[in-house]
């Protein structure tokens, strides 16, 4: 099983904009979900081709952004604050920092 520390989940992909977050991981997830700052809920979002999670919304995103995946065969991991409100597509964070 991979740690946690091991887990790039916080690349930003080139799709990302002000309203849509693709998010790549480098193991097999099975589920991920973000929480925007001040919101009680996750959002769910969908694998859209392999390691590359989606989300898409009509509104503008507010970050920073929490984390929450479930690992195959490892059970839930919830990473607070890991990318920033002013993240950039593209870009790796870990930390909420820049990598």
């Known amino acids: ?38 919101a009680k809920d996750w959002t769910g979002l969908k694998e859209s081709s392999a390691n ?10 507010e970050g920073p952004f929490s984390v929450r995946f479930l690992v195959k065969n490892g059970g839930y991991r919830v990473v607070d604050d890991v990318i920033p409100a002013s993240f950039k597509a593209g870009s790796v964070y870990k930390g909420g920092i820049q990598l």
């Open 52 to 61: 590359t999670w989606t989300l898409k919304s009509e509104a503008p995103l």
């Open 1 to 38: 099983m991979a740690s946690l520390s091991s887990i790039l989940l916080a690349a930003v992909g080139e799709g990302s904009s002000s309203s849509s977050l693709d998010l790549i991981t480098n193991v097999a997830i099975s589920e991920v979900e973000v929480k925007e700052k001040g």
